[in-house]
């Protein structure tokens, strides 16, 4: 049953591409937010997708397509502690005042509040964060304390703010359907790290075919071990959609 579900999905994603619009809206301490826009329909479920610490939303130009074919709507977000993926330029660092405080500058967890803020306020659809290395632990962090966000998915989160912030604390009390995946290597810390989750609604994900990589660079096409990535989070989303 999984391979035919998992044979459906790269029939579909090899059908068209759909097209981005890049748009931008204000965070609260007046930073610009700049992103790529996919949507299929305005009432269908909406993935925030954040990138790796200093890349772009250039990150998920292969990713977000797919799942748009998936029915859900996306937004790549470039958030402010970025510079460059795939010949992406991130326009939110690019647009940074020169006199903007270094401590504002540090704060991409505004840009990420910000992005739910703007698609809450024109779309019906359930948010799904999605964050990626130093983004995921936002991702899940925001996602527990967000009442609009539904659910988050986090490749290869990690105890990036210590000791402000822990994760691993805040996943004790975490309630939401969450989706955790990393590399081989990084498996055993992420097991250990949802050990205290309360809800039977998580999954992590190692490859068993392959190293896999760090990061949401693991759903790229040029990873051995994608397909396995994919069989898991699809089978994930398909569980929200139910």
């Not at 632990?137 to 986090?154: E, Y």
Request: hydrophobic content about 40%.
């Amino acid at each position: 049953m999984r391979v035919l579900f998992l044979a459906g999905f790269f029939f579909c994603c090899g059908m068209g591409i759909h097209s981005q619009q890049l748009v931008h809206f204000p965070a609260d301490d007046g930073v610009t937010v700049y992103a790529d826009l996919y949507t299929v329909n305005d009432s269908f479920p909406f993935i925030l997708l954040f990138h790796q610490e200093r890349a772009s939303r250039g990150e998920y130009l292969e990713t977000a397509p797919r799942l748009n074919k998936l029915g859900f709507n996306c937004l790549a977000v470039d958030l402010r502690n970025g510079r460059e993926m795939n010949y992406v330029r991130n326009e939110t660092f690019h647009h940074l005042p020169d006199t903007l405080p270094t401590s504002v500058k540090n704060q991409p967890e505004n840009d990420i509040r910000a992005a739910i803020q703007y698609v809450s306020k024109q779309y019906t659809g359930d948010i799904i964060l999605m964050g990626s290395s130093l983004s995921a632990t936002l991702a899940v962090k925001v996602a527990g304390a967000d009442s609009l966000v539904t659910a988050a998915m986090a490749f290869s989160p990690g105890e990036y703010f210590l000791p402000a912030y822990s994760l691993e604390e805040d996943l004790a009390s975490f309630e939401k359907p969450l989706f955790v995946a990393g590399s081989r290597r990084e498996y055993d810390y992420l097991q250990e790290m949802v050990s205290k989750l309360p809800v039977e609604s998580f999954e992590v994900f190692r490859p068993e075919n392959g190293e896999g990589l760090h990061g949401s660079r693991a759903l790229w096409g040029a990873n051995s071990t994608r397909d396995e990535y994919w069989l898991a989070l699809l089978l994930f989303l398909r569980n929200l959609r139910e």
